[in-house]
């Protein structure tokens, strides 16, 4: 009870979050200079007024941001200015798709291999595996995930002809991005784990659990593990979110349909009903990746667990 | 009584950047059958790393076993395989640790930690198991078990935690418990209870008790007898009444004269020894407590005197006890008197 009461505030406040987000969004993004005509220069000026005010862009400020609030309620994000007026909304759920299934990939195979040399090197510090994952999570940090894909597509694909070079289809395309993009999956979640496991391993529990006469393996695996999960818990949020939509340099090597190119084609268009709904989409689906984070740390440590259970 | 454990002469060192501290330095103790003996020192004496290597508990390295033996069941603890010692520590030795906030996991059950062991070591299924942890929660003392067995360790209060702790150690009925400080975490009034369950258990399940602590007024209610250590040696051990009334070292006297006492009148302070033990990365080469001790004799700075038998229960490692040193009184304030 405790919890969907908990949840239905929570889901409130993201909806104020929202909120504001639009509203902060829709007024800044006016005040930029230019407008989404401005590249079209060889249009008379005639025309262009007609198609502003085709648009509803003649009208004053706070009308145009009512019509969007409404328009919003009904679930209608708006009709893009520059693709020849498509939905919105048609747009990001089209680029969507591919672009969470690589994200999802990237996030899965990274955090795997990221626990996995996380756990090994905090276990063995100093040791080659230990060194190893310095050195791999220092090139994930550093090396920009373009320059990875670049080499990716080119030795595995083009030079030993295991994986697809480019496009999107079939399985087999997904594998090289999704390496590109778990770099630094790999990189960051295997840091906190590292860090973590070296300190829990020197916490008391661990000497009862050994002292109970319990194997390495299950001092690791039930002791050890969940309790340094927890920080790499509040990192894996946000890092979800920004890798499900869409690394614009990576989609646009394997020339991948994803939600990248739209950010990137958009901004460069003053195209208002795109850039909201992008914003909009993006904003929701971090404010509910926290949400879902929040909920983890309560299954994996019980002492942040929302329901009431306090002392007794 | 037969004798459960025996230490000899054991040597732990840990290997460091900065050379090599020699934690212990040659302890022999042992252990009969279903009697509690307490092991009392300062910090740093070497008590806690006594304890733990029994369990071969510290990390190797830094920790190293320079030499000595550790008998218990017919074999040299010192010697056994990780995986013979898996077989050991839980069930026939168990340990319970001086902090009970930080000893139990915070994302587990109370129960689940409980079953861990027994599931192991007796090879019992999920329920039984279930069935024995909510026996052990309610044989400490833990009210509404049930209930209990399912929360977590920060729904416990300090006291509860020890109890639950106590429970995990004692799941398998081992011969030995090692108790490391077990109260010094605790308030006075909950102090009492632990060492009273302790006492009520320890006659229920027949075990024998090490107790580590520095809190003699805990000695004195739960312990038959005393292994006095500084420095990393044995410096006198004996029967409770020998240590407490009769005791010969100068450091015994220490501890005993910095201990309030009831027949102490208010204006009567307590004593504190001077002073801070030896550095152990170069412990000196005579007596380790030469340094402090109002007493000392040149050959004291020169030689670590042998072990004296006082009686055939009570020994001490002391020069004083050479028929040709000076005739030495305890201070009153040692023995209790005026």
């Known amino acids: 009870m405790d919890?969907?009461?908990?949840?239905?505030?929570?889901?409130?406040?993201?909806?104020?979050?929202?909120?504001?987000?639009?509203?902060?969004?829709?007024?800044?993004?006016?005040?930029?200079?230019?407008?989404?005509?401005?590249?079209?220069?060889?249009?008379?000026?005639?025309?262009?007024?007609?198609?502003?005010?085709?648009?509803?862009?003649?009208?004053?400020?706070?009308?145009?941001?009512?019509?969007?609030?409404?328009?919003?309620?009904?679930?209608?994000?708006?009709?893009?200015?520059?693709?020849?007026?498509?939905?919105?909304?048609?747009?990001?759920?089209?680029?969507?798709?591919?672009?969470?299934?690589?994200?999802?990939?990237?996030?899965?195979?990274?955090?795997?291999?990221?626990?996995?040399?996380?756990?090994?090197?905090?276990?063995?510090?100093?040791?080659?595996?230990?060194?190893?994952?310095?050195?791999?999570?220092?090139?994930?940090?550093?090396?920009?995930?373009?320059?990875?894909?670049?080499?990716?597509?080119?030795?595995?694909?083009?030079?030993?002809?295991?994986?697809?070079?480019?496009?999107?289809?079939?399985?087999?395309?997904?594998?090289?991005?999704?390496?590109?993009?778990?770099?630094?999956?790999?990189?960051?979640?295997?840091?906190?784990?590292?860090?973590?496991?070296?300190?829990?391993?020197?916490?008391?529990?661990?000497?009862?659990?050994?002292?109970?006469?319990?194997?390495?393996?299950?001092?690791i695996f039930k002791h050890a593990l969940r309790n340094a999960l927890i920080p790499a818990v509040t990192i894996l949020g946000p890092m979800t979110v920004n890798i499900m939509t869409g690394s614009m340099t990576v989609e646009l090597i394997f020339a991948i349909p994803g939600m990248g190119k739209l950010f990137v084609e958009t901004i460069t268009n003053n195209d208002y009903t795109m850039i909201l709904g992008v914003t909009i989409f993006y904003s929701a689906f971090l404010l509910l990746a926290i949400f879902i984070v929040d909920i983890l740390y309560g299954l994996i440590d019980p002492r942040i667990r929302i329901t009431q259970g306090g002392k007794e | 009584m037969s004798t459960v454990l025996e230490v000899r002469n054991l040597q732990v060192s840990f290997k460091t950047h900065g050379g090599e501290v020699q934690a212990v330095r040659g302890v022999s103790f042992d252990l009969k059958e279903g009697e509690t003996i307490a092991i009392v020192g300062e910090s740093g004496c070497g008590k806690s790393v006594t304890s733990q290597t029994i369990m071969r508990l510290l990390p190797s390295p830094p920790s190293v076993i320079k030499g000595g033996e550790i008998l218990f069941d017919g074999k040299d603890l010192t010697k056994v395989s990780e995986k013979e010692m898996e077989k050991i520590r839980g069930t026939q030795i168990a340990m319970i640790f001086q902090d009970p906030m930080t000893s139990l996991n915070p994302t587990m059950t109370v129960g689940s930690q409980i079953m861990e062991g027994i599931i192991k070591h007796q090879k019992m299924n999920k329920a039984d198991a279930k069935k024995k942890a909510i026996e052990m929660l309610r044989l400490v003392g833990i009210p509404s078990p049930e209930k209990r067995f399912n929360q977590y360790p920060h729904q416990f209060s300090g006291g509860m935690r020890q109890r639950a702790m106590i429970a995990i150690a004692l799941a398998c009925a081992p011969k030995v418990l090692i108790a490391d400080e077990p109260t010094t975490a605790l308030d006075v009034t909950i102090q009492a209870q632990i060492i009273d369950l302790m006492k009520d258990l320890q006659k229920k399940i027949k075990t024998s008790i090490i107790l580590i602590t520095h809190d003699l007024g805990v000695v004195a209610d739960i312990a038959e007898r005393v292994v006095v250590m500084y420095a990393g040696k044995v410096v006198e051990s004996g029967k409770l009444e020998e240590i407490f009334y009769n005791p010969k070292h100068p450091y015994t006297w220490g501890l005993l004269a910095s201990m309030p006492r009831l027949d102490q009148t208010s204006d009567q302070e307590l004593l504190p020894i001077p002073g801070t033990p030896p550095d152990l990365f170069k412990p000196p080469k005579g007596c380790p407590f030469a340094a402090r001790c109002k007493h000392a004799m040149k050959i004291c700075l020169e030689e670590m005197p042998d072990t004296t038998e006082v009686s055939s229960t009570h020994q001490v490692a002391c020069w004083l006890t050479h028929p040709m040193a000076p005739k030495v009184e305890p201070p009153a304030a040692a023995v209790g008197g005026e």
């Open chain 1, 3 to 219: 919890l969907l009461k908990y949840t239905l505030k929570r889901f409130a406040y993201m909806a104020v979050t929202l909120w504001l987000i639009i509203t902060v969004t829709f007024f800044l993004m006016h005040m930029l200079p230019g407008s989404p005509l401005r590249n079209e220069e060889k249009l008379p000026p005639q025309l262009k007024e007609q198609i502003l005010r085709e648009y509803g862009l003649k009208d004053p400020l706070h009308v145009q941001y009512f019509r969007y609030l409404g328009g919003l309620l009904k679930g209608d994000l708006g009709t893009s200015l520059t693709f020849d007026g498509r939905k919105v909304t048609d747009m990001v759920l089209e680029g969507f798709p591919a672009s969470a299934q690589l994200g999802l990939q990237a996030i899965l195979f990274g955090s795997i291999i990221g626990i996995i040399l996380g756990v090994i090197a905090g276990l063995k510090r100093g040791s080659w595996i230990d060194n190893m994952a310095t050195v791999i999570a220092i090139l994930g940090v550093s090396v920009p995930g373009f320059v990875v894909a670049a080499v990716l597509s080119y030795v595995v694909g083009l030079k030993l002809g295991w994986f697809p070079v480019a496009l999107w289809g079939t399985w087999e395309h997904t594998v090289l991005p999704t390496l590109a993009l778990s770099g630094l999956v790999i990189a960051q979640i295997s840091r906190y784990i590292r860090t973590e496991m070296v300190e829990v391993m020197e916490q008391d529990y661990i000497k009862t659990a050994k002292a109970k006469g319990l194997a390495s393996n299950a001092i």
